[in-house]
């Protein structure tokens, strides 16, 4: 999606059926792929019923496109699924600010997960350690057949890594960690595989018994980092100077690195922006998540993700890295058929580049949210959005929503009571 072109500029302003349509030219799309996004067509209760138990029908959430991003010197059209206004709005406007500084710099690590194997009752846990690394050769190689087609791609185990955990409540056991690369999977299948295979090996080379044996979400071997750098002058806006925005934002993100209670909301923020992509292309939020919370934590205390300064010629830099453990291939991204038309758009052909695109949009969410609340305060531009959600709740319908959702925000006063009574009065 060229950023430049009139094109897309006028996006916002096009219709549904118009935004297809150019989404289609740009990409080559097909009507099959279109009809799966517009969610004419796409996931059916039948296919629903292969993917978890107990169905009886699907839920919808509004599929948006944000736009300007250029990572790694690629435009990207971002599929985000969301139910919060601002968000699409916020990150494209941020990604817009970026252009002319050539937008984000990403990087993805290699896709190694870490299985875990909980090893109890060793009576020298020392001596249990030094056996299983002794073996290491051996217990690797039993695990590089588990996934044929994984091995193929040039996947499979990397290391064995032996910890001592000395104060639980139950006392000293041992954890070993299977490091594996999944390539373009998420991986768990595998990696639970692999972990369940080592069992009775473990068991045997340290006497000990073997209980939890399972993926862990805390992917800290598998991470993504993404840079942006935004002039100072292009951060100007209304009354707000370039150098009082820069200057706030980094104060702002100062307050989310000391203390934890504004290290939550802002790393939720930068998960706005990154969970809606993870939904979007079948991956599982939740163990992004809770990964990207656990790694804010792993130096122990709970901090920000994200960090912004300036460089030397005053310009804001920003820089986020965390776990991301998705995948391409395998799961929901190759069942779910909003997913596959979502990938296809993005033009994505590795689960790196993958990551990267969900890391840079979580970055340019960082940056939306900080911008407004060192300067307007967040509910500004957020309840102005808002207003539309706000209108349509209270019964108003095609075009009367737009002009109720204007009138909320004139009177400054967006609730819902309140558009009932305008309404009213309209009726």
Do not use: C
Not at 222 to 249: C, M, N, P, W, Y
């Amino acid at each position: 999606m060229p950023s430049g072109s009139d094109k897309i500029k006028k996006f916002y302003n096009l219709s549904i059926k118009e935004r297809l349509a150019l989404l289609g030219e740009e990409f080559g799309l097909s009507e099959e792929d279109l009809a799966v996004i517009s969610g004419e067509a796409g996931l059916t209760s039948s296919d629903a019923d292969h993917m978890i138990e107990n169905v009886v029908g699907t839920f919808g959430l509004p599929l948006g496109i944000a736009q300007h991003f250029r990572i790694n010197g690629r435009d990207v059209p971002i599929p985000m699924v969301v139910e919060e206004p601002s968000i699409v709005a916020g990150a494209s406007f941020m990604a817009k600010l970026a252009l002319s500084t050539g937008g984000f710099i990403a990087q993805a690590s290699a896709p190694e997960m870490i299985g875990q194997i909980q090893v109890l009752d060793i009576s020298d846990p020392s001596s249990a350690r030094l056996r299983i690394l002794s073996e290491q050769e051996a217990l690797l190689s039993s695990t590089a057949e588990v996934d044929p087609v994984l091995k193929e791609l040039g996947g499979g185990p990397r290391d064995l890594e032996v910890r001592l955990i000395k104060d639980s409540p139950i006392g000293e056991f041992l954890v070993i960690h299977l490091i594996y690369d999944v390539r373009d999977a998420m991986g768990a299948n595998a990696v639970n595989t692999a972990v369940e295979r080592l069992a009775l090996q473990i068991e045997r080379i340290t006497g000990g018994r073997v209980l939890l044996r399972i993926l862990s979400n805390l992917a800290d071997r598998r991470t993504a980092i993404s840079q942006v750098r935004i002039r100072t002058k292009d951060l100007a806006f209304g009354d707000f100077s370039g150098e009082e925005v820069r200057d706030g934002i980094i104060e702002a993100w100062a307050f989310a690195v000391s203390d934890p209670y504004r290290a939550a909301t802002h790393n939720k923020g930068i998960m706005n922006g990154i969970d809606p992509i993870v939904i979007a292309t079948g991956n599982d939020w939740r163990a992004i998540e809770a990964g990207a919370h656990a790694y804010a934590a792993r130096n122990g205390k709970y901090t920000s993700l994200s960090t912004w300064h300036k460089d030397s010629e005053g310009n804001l830099v920003g820089k986020l890295e965390m776990p991301m453990a998705v995948g391409i291939i395998g799961g929901a991204t190759r069942v779910h058929p909003a997913a596959k038309a979502n990938l296809k758009l993005m033009g994505v052909k590795t689960a790196g580049e993958l990551a990267e695109i969900i890391v840079s949009v979580g970055l340019a969410q960082n940056l939306a949210a900080l911008r407004a609340l060192a300067t307007e305060g967040i509910q500004k531009g957020h309840m102005a959005l808002h207003a539309r959600q706000v209108a349509a709740a209270a019964g108003a319908k095609g075009a009367q929503i737009d002009r109720l959702a204007e009138k909320l925000v004139s009177d400054k006063m967006i609730r819902i009571d309140h558009a009932r009574e305008i309404l009213k009065k309209w009726s």
